[in-house]
């Protein structure tokens, strides 16, 4: 390879030693000017071509004609240097592989001679182990050596610079910057955006770490300003399509929706796409965050990243009410099918499979379809790490009053990083997940209403049958009975999990469940 791109250089310095000298014979070699014959020039444009050059009486004017020559000249030399610029990059490139190649060449012959130099190397015995600092703590065994000719040279050099190299890949790896998650703020035209922005840039740790992106539709100019005003803390963009969808006649009142779906679609975009992040959290200009929010994202990421069988991280429980989640365990995390939004983290690979087949409205009742969930999950918090203080929206208030008004914040900080979270891993969480269930004694709900008649904090499990049982079970004892493809809110395996007047309590279908019913919805 070096060969040929030295090979490469050297035509190029010969084709450019070639243009000058045949620059220089032609320029020797035209016409005397004003020479002529009357019938046209030797170039194109005859007569009148060299006319230009020609004063009063068809004299020459030689002014003009050196203007022109110079001008050609100009020309050439601009070539002639862009040539010079290329054999200039052709040569360092040749001379960096050159360098290269001369320093593994170097490393090799000293592995060599190390090996050469130490042929009796013991090897690692197997009582033997290695502490933090990499030194070897002998044990009282002997350790075994190898003698001179039970391996080539080779071999072992090839063992050493595998041993170097994953060294160097270790090193390399815990040195390596952090992710950065950036967060993206999707805002339209409530200039209350401002707590929302107030709070993510109290509670960020790093600037740099964790980049606030604000995209705003609707071109509203006030909310514009308040964005404006928060100048190099956050990134302010602008969705530029602010025209009307065509819809069907009887979707014109979800013109909002429609419009959402599409500032989601662009914003998006422009995250991964345009700024190149590999993942996101997401929220909207109505959310207020909690003091660690930052910090449960970050402890998530690796667990979202390496579980295929999860699809977001959810700062959001949709039965989060105060008198439903337990206070004293904000450490406490789930599974659940169901898609909580409300503040959640995407990878880059997941937008991938999504952005093809976006929806034109309604996006977070599409993300809960099974074609789109594909029986993935979602991580979600007992208590929630985000709450909701825009009563006013395309939805018009919708559950507002009735749930999301009351969902509780967490205020504890809870240092997630500093925790083992694998029990997370499905493999690890299915199987705690129904013993502990389907372990929990049966009762009625009557016996939950009675005060005194149960004993203790449970878990206890009421279990349902039917979309019309779980309905009329889920709104006597308070927690939200609206199901999305058959998926009830929080439920993870059709389960939902909450507390009932201090009670541990698992809304459940029978033992056995193998899928949701979509006929539920």
């Keep these: 390879m070096v060969r040929k791109k030295g090979s490469l250089i050297l035509c190029g310095a010969f084709l450019f030693v070639a243009w000058n000298a045949l620059l220089l014979l032609y320029l020797w070699g035209r016409p ?45 030399l601009e070539t002639q240097k862009k040539l010079l610029k290329q054999i200039e990059s052709h040569r360092a490139v040749w001379a960096r592989q050159k360098d290269v190649g001369k320093r593994e060449t170097e490393d090799t012959k000293e592995i060599k001679q190390e090996v050469v ?27 075994a050596t190898v003698a001179p000719d039970s391996k080539s040279e080779q071999q072992q050099a090839v063992e050493i610079k595998e041993e170097t190299d994953e060294k160097h890949k270790l090193t390399s790896s815990t040195a390596s910057p952090e992710v950065i998650i950036p967060i993206l703020v999707i805002a339209c035209d409530r200039v209350t955006v401002k707590r929302s922005l107030d709070r993510l ?40 399509d602010l025209s009307d969808i065509r819809v069907r006649p009887e979707h014109r009142k979800f013109q909002g929706y429609y419009k959402i779906s599409r500032h989601y679609h662009w914003a998006l975009n422009q995250v991964f796409n345009t700024f190149s992040q590999s993942t996101v959290v997401i929220v909207e200009d109505d959310l207020e965050v909690a ?19 999860l699809w977001c991280v959810s ?60 029986d993935r999950s979602c991580i979600r918090p007992e208590i929630s790490r985000t709450i909701t ?29 500093k925790q083992d979270l694998s029990y997370l891993l499905k493999e690890k969480y299915d199987e705690k997940f129904k013993k502990e269930v389907y372990s929990a004694p049966l009762v ?38 609206d199901l999305k493809s058959g998926v009830p809110r929080t439920g993870y395996r059709g389960v939902v999990s ?6 541990r309590v698992f809304l459940a279908p029978p033992e056995g469940w193998k899928q949701y019913d979509v006929s539920w919805s």
């Excluded at 449960?296 to 069988?309: G, M, W």
Aim: proline content about 7%; hydrophobic content about 35%.
């Design 32 to 76: 005397p000017i004003g020479r002529l014959g009357e019938g046209g020039g030797a170039e194109p444009g005859g007569k009148e071509e060299w006319g230009v050059g020609r004063g009063k009486g068809g004299r020459v004017n030689l002014a003009g004609e050196v203007i022109r020559l110079a001008e050609e000249v100009e020309v050439q």
């Design 117 to 143: 130099h130490q042929p009796q190397k013991a090897l690692l015995p197997v009582g033997n182990s290695v502490d933090d600092g990499d030194q070897v703590k002998h044990t009282p065994k002997p350790a």
């Design 201 to 240: 840039i109290q509670y960020r740790p790093s600037k740099e770490l964790y980049p606030i992106i604000v995209s705003q539709d609707c071109g509203h100019a006030e909310t514009a300003r308040v964005i404006g005003s928060y100048g190099d803390q956050v990134t302010h963009i602008s969705q530029p």
């Design 291 to 309: 003091p660690d929010f930052f910090e449960y994202f970050r402890a998530l990421y690796p667990i979202l990243r390496s579980d295929p069988t």
């Design 315 to 374: 700062a959001w429980n949709d039965n989060g009410r105060d008198a439903l989640v337990d206070p004293s365990k904000a450490e406490l995390l789930y599974r659940t099918d169901f898609f909580p939004g409300l503040g959640w983290m995407l990878l880059k690979e997941m937008w991938d499979e999504l952005e093809p087949k976006w929806p034109s409205a309604f996006w977070d009742d599409w993300m809960r379809q099974p074609e789109q969930r594909k």
């Design 389 to 417: 203080f825009g009563r006013k929206g395309v939805s018009l208030g919708q559950f507002f009053d009735q749930y999301l008004r009351y969902i509780k914040l967490n205020t504890e900080f809870v240092p997630f990083t």
């Design 444 to 481: 009625r709900i009557e016996d939950l209403q009675q005060a005194g008649s149960l004993k203790g904090l449970g878990p206890y499990r009421v279990e349902y049958s039917s979309r019309d049982s779980f309905k009329v079970f889920a709104r006597n004892l308070g927690v939200m009975d």
């Design 498 to 503: 909450f507390l009932y007047r201090g009670r």
